[in-house]
């Protein structure tokens, strides 16, 4: 019996060599391997051994068919790998293309502020580019005589009360009538200001404005906050510092500077020599806003902040000429 | 707001770098435009003395000098007849640059080095006036003070060489626009206070009463109104000392009396105006605001319009000054001036605001006025320009002041719940740290108690009325750095706001498709505009034509981009801007701002190639149906089954093959080509197609459960029928699925065709249909029996012939 296994394994060996089409690897599964084949008889022929034998002998048939279907498999996969056709397919040729999509640069800049206060609690609000004065400055604090009041500054539309909205800021007063605290929100958008198109403004632009209203928020909590923003999206090596300055609707105020990144604060073109970059404006909400959307002032705090999204993705990408966001040129589009 | 350092340190000493300096002064707020050395167009110039001097051997006109300057000794020759052994004079060393040179016609700046005249040897120069551009005599050398040192930088002896601080000022700040104001910043830091110039008037026995009276007719807007008169003076150009600081300031020197006030202005923040007392008529001075409309010349020589209601200082017969914002020609000072009336006074800022804006002038003073000057500061101003004046031009100073004041700014006191301080600043500053602080500033308690303190505040601190305000002091004083960067942040409460706006959402859908996405101007040209159909909402100050009107559509804009795009052989494209349009709409729909109509909108566009070449496919150009298909790919992908397609033929003026989109019964927006009318005048060669929506009815519907797959394997039949080409593929299609037993599950049509192998009028439709039962495997029988009863009822309905039935996979 041991034999008749050892001569069987030698059979298949050069039978499967000799295999060079599909048919003949059929032939070669049926001598061998089917139910009615060689391997297949020597199972049989196995119930007449004594039962001390069957064992051993059955492990070595195993083996056997083990082996015999290994071979065939292996063959059955190098003939898979030959080319059906004769003639040859010149596999340089290009690959079927699709349009890709792109997403704004503006908009790619948008996503990563948003997602890195969304990380840190922040909802997403947002409310019209065409707002009135109250909105825009009189529930803001601005004095009735306030120079951004000017026509000089703000688009109007027909008289003196409807405007393109000169700040996201307004969403922070449309939010707050609407909801009682505690708001934590981030609010991106379009605004417009009259200012002369050049290669650095544009008359439209966007902005992300935040706040956050609550009992305890202080400004503590604010230069945490922003300190954190500034370190995920500008990395964490970076020097900044938080100056005081003047907002109608904050108080305190302070301007966020970053250590300029094209210099390192050496002092170049972009920094106008001084190494520090202006990022962002912020400050703890003025209790006369809270006064108007009718929130306590007594019982919550609140902080506010604001930035300039086209001044941030410029920076970013090296962008000279702010009109380039504007004009979509797609050999620019595409570069995103 | 520009600063001289050496004016400074009149009121207070520092002695800190120019960068150190800078980064104090921003940490309080006050942050550097610019840092400038004055004085450094006489870099190389020193003070010499000229030892010895004699006659050049070659040129009778000529001098050979040996002047030392303090290193060395040059020799120099010297063109000038007034040159003399003994004397100090300005000495340019080779390397420096002479600021005008006298042989030029033009006076084009000259560098020295060392030369030979007339054959001797001449290292440097000995410099006149004009040279140094210090005056107009050419031809004598400016001869120095005796007591010069030498060897002295000129810039140093001249009292030029100084720093120049350009500083941004906030607007809630008209302390800071002056140079005390500034030094008593400087005074927070360096733990002092500045120390302001002692007045030592001396006054004369008349009273000014005698020779003036002062009404104010306008209580309304002239809270203060001050004069002192000096008689007897003499108009002459200042010391140089007084030229210098306000050169440093780039302000222009006039005569004594102007300067002064100037230079008060800049040093404590108090305008003054003064007046030829001779040109005032009727010894009288009358504060009133203009009755009609007149026009005025200003001391610029302007002559400006002033519409009534404008308040003016007027003598007994007419105006003589625009109150707070600039004096007229008819008072001005002159040479032959002899008295002066000297005017210190405190306006409405909003009044002053007000004239300005409608006159179109800012001036130093209106722009202090306006933001608030200090109602102390008036007489202190009054007779430290008074002072100045007598000490410069002689004269008498009359005795007293008129000082009416009928509007009084009282002493304010603001109350500060100390632990208010922390409670907004995040601090743990103690009521002691805290008063200190306060105190840096001289904003003093009054009254102590452990909840509140009362604090008087300085009379020029117009921006602290409230607590907030007082808190505000602390924390800049204390240091924005020293607060702590506090992370802990609760984040768990409710949240009524979204993660992701809707917006967002789709944006990613669509690029997901293959579009671009672009940002537009939302101001248009009104021809632009209204292609969009609604009435446009338009800008009443617009920037110019292109730019005043909004977008009603997102279409022309994107047209806009399609012709750039073109210019740059860039024809196949896929683009979209999500954004605003607005319109004016007088209907029922609520609005936030007046009748302003604001919605939120998708626009996709595509034109030239369906795909990008390929050698293995043909081109094709896009149709309608492309842009159909993305629609219906983007309302599945926000599992919204229910769009419906409605074409039909209007006027729209945008575009043709109009097909509007109803989604759950309300209308959604269109899709269509853009006519070519419209393509033309944006000079679009090329067919265009375009799909609107809006974006709200765009929101995905929430699928929270799944449905089971079905267990049992579905057939495919395909159908083609014959049918007249007057009917609807959508309209067969939809009888079929109203018709069919529960057993059809799918239907598409995947095939369209008309031509020479039907009867003209006839088309062929082949729809694929997909058979399924939830319960069992459905038999041939059971099969068959449905799909001939659609058959029947496709035959009947619609008068159709079956061309096939075909088993399909």
């Not at chain 1, 996201?168 to 417009?192: A, D």
């Not at chain 1, 995920?232 to 003047?246: A, E, I, M, N, V």
């Not at chain 2, 159909?533 to 920037?543: E, V």
């Not at chain 2, 806009?560 to 605003?580: P, S, W």
Request: overall charge neutral.
């Amino acid at each position: 019996m041991d034999s008749k296994v050892t001569q069987l394994r030698h059979q298949a060996e050069t039978e499967i060599a000799a295999v060079t089409t599909q048919q003949q690897l059929e032939e070669f599964r049926i001598k061998f391997l089917s139910r009615k084949g060689l391997i297949a008889s020597l199972f049989d022929a196995l119930r007449s051994v004594k039962p001390s034998e069957k064992p051993a002998l059955g492990r070595l048939l195993n083996e056997l068919r083990a082996h015999t279907q290994g071979l065939y498999d292996h063959k059955a996969a190098s003939l898979e790998s030959v080319p059906k056709r004769r003639t040859p397919m010149d596999l340089t040729l290009p690959g079927r293309r699709s349009y890709l999509g792109s997403k704004h640069p503006l908009s790619q800049t948008l996503d990563e502020i948003k997602s890195i206060f969304v990380s840190m609690g922040f909802g997403i609000a947002d409310g019209p580019e065409i707002e009135d004065d109250y909105h825009n400055f009189e529930a803001l604090n601005f004095p009735p005589n306030h120079p951004a009041r000017d026509t000089q500054d703000t688009f109007f539309l027909s008289d003196k009360n409807a405007l393109l909205r000169t700040h996201t800021s307004p969403v922070q007063i449309r939010v707050m009538e609407k909801h009682p605290p505690p708001v934590r929100i981030i609010m991106p958008g379009r605004v417009y200001r009259n200012e002369a198109i050049s290669s650095r403004s544009y008359c439209v632009f966007y902005q992300v404005e935040g706040l956050f209203v609550d009992r305890g928020v202080t400004f503590s909590d604010l230069k945490g906050t922003l300190v954190s923003f500034i370190k995920q999206f500008y990395g964490s090596g970076l020097k900044y510092k938080f100056r005081p300055t003047f907002f109608p609707f904050t108080e305190p105020s302070a301007d966020i500077y970053i250590t300029c990144f094209v210099c390192g604060g050496k002092g170049c073109k972009l920094c106008k020599q001084n190494g520090w970059l202006e990022i962002l404006g912020c400050g703890m909400v003025d209790p006369n806003v809270f006064r108007y959307v009718g929130y306590d002032a007594e019982k919550y705090t609140g902080y506010a902040f604001g930035m300039g999204v086209d001044r941030i993705a410029l920076l970013r990408y090296g962008i000279d000429d702010i009109r380039l966001f504007y004009e979509n040129d797609v050999r620019f589009l595409n570069q995103f | 707001m520009k600063v001289l350092q050496s004016w400074l340190q009149q009121y207070i000493e520092f002695s800190l770098p120019p960068d150190e300096f800078a980064d104090k002064l921003s940490k309080l707020g006050l942050e550097f435009e610019g840092v400038e050395r004055t004085g450094e167009e006489y870099n190389g110039f020193v003070v010499g003395k000229v030892l010895e001097r004699t006659q050049h051997p070659n040129a009778e006109k000529l001098s050979i000098c040996k002047v030392n300057v303090g290193t060395g000794t040059l020799q120099i020759v010297c063109g000038a007849p007034n040159v003399a052994a003994g004397q100090k004079v300005a000495v340019g060393m080779s390397g420096a640059i002479v600021p005008r040179n006298q042989h030029d016609p033009s006076g084009k700046p000259l560098p020295l080095s060392t030369v030979k005249i007339r054959g001797i040897e001449s290292s440097g120069m000995i410099c006149s006036e004009y040279e140094l551009d210090l005056g107009k005599d050419a031809d004598n050398i400016l001869v120095l003070e005796s007591n010069a040192k030498i060897g002295k930088p000129l810039a140093e002896y001249l009292g030029v060489a100084d720093i120049v601080y350009d500083i941004e000022t906030t607007p809630n700040r008209p302390d800071w626009l002056s140079h005390i104001g500034i030094a008593r910043e400087i005074g927070a830091i360096v733990g002092r206070k500045p120390k302001l110039p002692k007045l030592k008037l001396k006054e004369a026995a008349i009273p000014v009463s005698k020779h003036l009276t002062v009404k104010v007719q306008d209580t309304q807007n002239c809270y203060r109104f001050a004069v002192r008169m000096i008689c007897g003076l003499k108009v002459e150009p200042s010391p140089r000392w007084l030229q210098n600081a306000l050169k440093g300031l780039n302000l222009r020197p006039v005569n004594s009396v102007v300067d002064v006030t100037n230079y008060v202005m800049m040093e404590c923040g108090q305008p003054l105006h003064p007046f030829d007392y001779a040109l005032l008529k009727g010894k009288q001075i009358i504060v009133r605001q203009t009755k009609r409309s007149s026009s005025f010349i200003t001391l610029d020589g302007q002559e400006r319009k002033l519409p009534d209601g404008v308040v003016m200082v007027c003598d007994a017969e007419r105006e003589v000054s625009i109150a707070g914002v600039m004096g007229g020609a008819n008072s001005e000072i002159s040479d032959s001036t002899v008295d002066i009336v000297l005017e210190s006074a405190y306006w409405n800022p909003s009044s002053i605001r007000r004239t300005s804006k409608l006159l179109g002038v800012s001036t130093d003073a209106s722009q202090r006025f306006e933001r608030g000057a200090d109602p102390d500061g008036v007489l202190y101003g009054l007779n430290r320009a008074a002072q100045l004046i007598v000490d410069m031009a002689g004269g008498e100073l009359l005795k007293g002041v008129i000082d009416i004041y009928p509007r009084k700014v009282k002493e304010r006191f603001v109350p500060l719940r100390p632990e208010r301080v922390n409670l907004v600043l995040g601090t743990k500053l103690t009521t002691v740290q805290t008063v200190r602080l306060l105190r840096l500033l001289d904003i003093v308690p009054t009254k102590r108690g452990s909840k509140r303190l009362m604090f008087r505040v300085p009379s020029y601190r117009v921006d602290i009325t409230r607590e907030i305000d007082l808190i505000e002091e602390v924390g800049r004083v204390y240091g924005y750095d020293k607060i702590e960067d506090k992370t802990t942040a609760t984040v768990d409460f409710a949240h009524f706001f979204p993660k992701e706006s809707h917006a967002d959402h789709v944006r990613e859908k669509v690029i997901g498709l293959g579009f671009c996405e672009t940002i537009t101007n939302s101001m248009q040209e009104t021809k632009k505009a209204i292609l969009g159909g609604a009435t446009p909402a338009r800008i009443s100050n617009p920037q110019n034509r292109e730019m005043d009107t909004l977008r009603t559509s997102l279409v022309p804009g994107l047209l806009d981009v399609v012709a750039r795009n073109f210019n740059y052989g860039n024809n196949d494209l896929r683009l979209f801007e999500i954004g605003h349009v607005f319109s004016r709409d007088e209907s029922e729909r609520p609005k936030l701002v007046e009748n302003f109509l604001e919605e939120q909108r998708l626009c996709l566009l595509m034109t030239g190639m369906v795909a990008p070449r390929h050698w293995g496919s043909p081109s094709t150009c896009v149709n309608i149906f492309d842009v159909k298909g993305k629609v219906i790919d983007l309302l599945e992908q926000n599992g919204l089954d229910k769009g419906k397609f409605i074409s039909y033929s209007t006027s729209d003026s945008l575009v043709e093959n109009r097909i509007a989109l109803e989604i759950n019964g309300t209308y959604g927006g269109y899709l269509g080509l853009v006519r070519a009318e419209v393509l033309n005048t944006f000079g679009i060669g090329q067919e265009v197609f375009v799909a609107e929506l809006n974006l709200e009815l765009l929101a995905p519907t929430d699928k929270s459960l799944y449905e089971p797959l079905p267990r049992f394997p579905k057939v495919k039949r395909d159908l083609g029928f014959i049918v007249d080409v007057g009917i609807s593929a959508e309209g067969l299609q939809k009888s079929i699925k109203e018709f069919s037993s529960g057993l059809l599950q799918g239907i598409e049509l995947f095939d369209v065709y008309q031509g020479d192998q039907l009867p003209a009028g006839k088309k062929s439709l082949a729809f694929s249909l997909e058979l399924m039962s939830p319960d069992k495997t459905l038999t041939d029988a059971e099969i068959d029996t449905e799909v001939r009863n659609i058959v029947t009822h496709v035959q009947d309905r619609f008068n159709a012939l079956l061309r096939s039935v075909e088993r399909s996979t």
